[in-house]
């Protein structure tokens, strides 16, 4: 198990750069009852199966679980809520810490978020030239409830919004 | 992933007596909003993670994973919903096949309950003559459901509920 503390902001798409090709994500959730989010990934050529509480604050609990590919893309097919999550993440390491970076496509295209996971709360972190504002409180952009609630539904009112 | 076949059967009490000391089962669910099952089990020692599909017929699509004990334990304690299913498991091979025979313990005292695994939902079986009814569509004995309704609860209308 482990403590995930992590900040997430919008990205300025006329300032940010892909560093690589990128791993491509595909990543489902089962919903629940009680908050716990059940996610099913499939990162590349590997898949996880993860379980997180309830966000208290910016922390939450994590539990982790590398699971064969097969059973992951069967999952994702048969068990996760729709739409899938499909993105490519960019890992990209200023200083000390890593930076990774969700391009969205699907319907979550346009969507471009950064995350950085902290150790602390209180730890500071100096903001790259291309990070616009911090969305970490606003829950419509955790991916769970990009599921429910994609990027381009309509309600958003967002400039990539159709 | 594996396919799970099961059926399962009240035992007679006063013709079964317990093969050995069994092992304790404590397990919890985490009630989704599409009928996946997700459960967190404490097995002896051992911690097990496990997702199962909607039951069709006999049938249901199962993944199970081996995982840590104390996160087994973490997650029963802060993910799980309210009560455990608490019971001792005794597995008794008669011929090819095992039953495996849950006492329960705590909410749902007075249940014992057989399970056998089939290879095909056309298998034969004979049953011991401590084998009562079967209750395999039944779903007040699947366990997810003996959370949100123990056996204790005064809707039973059996003996053994207070």
């Known amino acids: 198990m ?50 997180k509480t309830k966000t208290q604050s910016l922390s939450r609990s994590e539990f982790e679980y590398s699971i064969p590919l097969h059973d992951a893309e069967e999952m994702l097919m048969i068990m996760c809520d729709r739409p899938l999550i499909e993105k490519k993440r960019y890992k990209l390491k200023i200083g000390e810490l890593v930076w990774e970076i969700d391009e969205f496509f699907g319907d979550n295209q346009g969507l471009l978020l950064a995350e950085i996971e902290l150790t602390s709360e209180e730890q500071t972190i100096s903001l790259p030239p291309w990070i616009d504002k911090e969305v970490t409180e606003d829950s419509r952009y955790y991916n769970s409830n990009l599921v429910k609630n994609p990027y381009n539904n309509g309600q958003w009112n967002n400039p990539d919004s159709k």
């Open 2 to 51: 482990a403590i995930e503390i992590e900040r997430k902001f919008l990205v300025n798409k006329n300032l940010w750069q892909p560093p690589d090709d990128g791993v491509i994500y595909r990543q489902g959730y089962i919903h629940t009852h009680n908050g716990t989010t059940v996610r099913v990934r499939v990162a590349g050529d590997q898949g996880f199966m993860t379980l």
